[in-house]
Every structure is written in structure tokens, then in C-alpha cells.
């Protein structure tokens, strides 16, 4: 948790939402739009720009309630994807195949 009152999910060790776990049962959620949605979700009320990152697309809803919880799971899903696909590749060691060893008697 890089900050003491907000819960960070994380894909490739990015964060794609958070909430603010401090504002009780209806939380803020911060969470990357796409550049489409972007301008339509601030006409919503309860919805503005993030602070401090407002300007790469991301969007801060007052409570969970501003959208409908279908729309909010959508949206989330959305952040994941724009996230993930910007986040940095892993590198998995290749295993390299061990030759079996016989013995000659």
C-alpha cells in the first residue's frame, strides 16, 4: 500500500484503481479511463480528473455510487486492460532441458 489510507490494485506493478479506504463504506475510486471515455465520464457529476494525473486520463469517482454497479465493474476492467498493456513484460528465465544422462555398464 504506497499510501497509508488508500487499497492499490496492481497489474505488472502498476496501479490501475484505488480507493480511500478512509471515507468509510462509499469510498473515492481512482481509476484510468481510455482517451474516448475520458471527456464523457466528466460530464457526469461526482466524477473529475485525478488529482496529480488527471492529465494521462485518469478519473477520480466521488463514491462508488456514481455509476451503476455494472458500469463502475466495466470500468475497472477497462483500467486493467489499458494498465496491463502499458506495463512492463516480466522476464521469465527459459528453462533450459536437461539431457538425460545414461550410464554404460
Known amino acids: 500500500m504506497p499510501w497509508p489510507d488508500d487499497l492499490c490494485f496492481k497489474v505488472g506493478g502498476k496501479i490501475f484503481v484505488s480507493m480511500v479506504l478512509s471515507d468509510g463504506r462509499y469510498p473515492r475510486i481512482t481509476l484510468k479511463a481510455s482517451p474516448e471515455a475520458f471527456h464523457d465520464l466528466l460530464e457526469i457529476e461526482g466524477i473529475a480528473p485525478a488529482a496529480y494525473v488527471g492529465r494521462y486520463k ?6 462508488c455510487n456514481v ?4 458500469e463502475l465493474e466495466d470500468l475497472i476492467r477497462q483500467s486493467y486492460a489499458l494498465v496491463s498493456a502499458k506495463a512492463p513484460k516480466k522476464k521469465v528465465p527459459s528453462r533450459k532441458k ?6 554404460r555398464v
Open 58 to 63: 485518469w478519473v477520480t469517482l466521488a463514491n
Open 67 to 70: 455509476v451503476p454497479a455494472r
Open 98 to 103: 536437461k539431457k538425460a544422462s545414461r550410464s
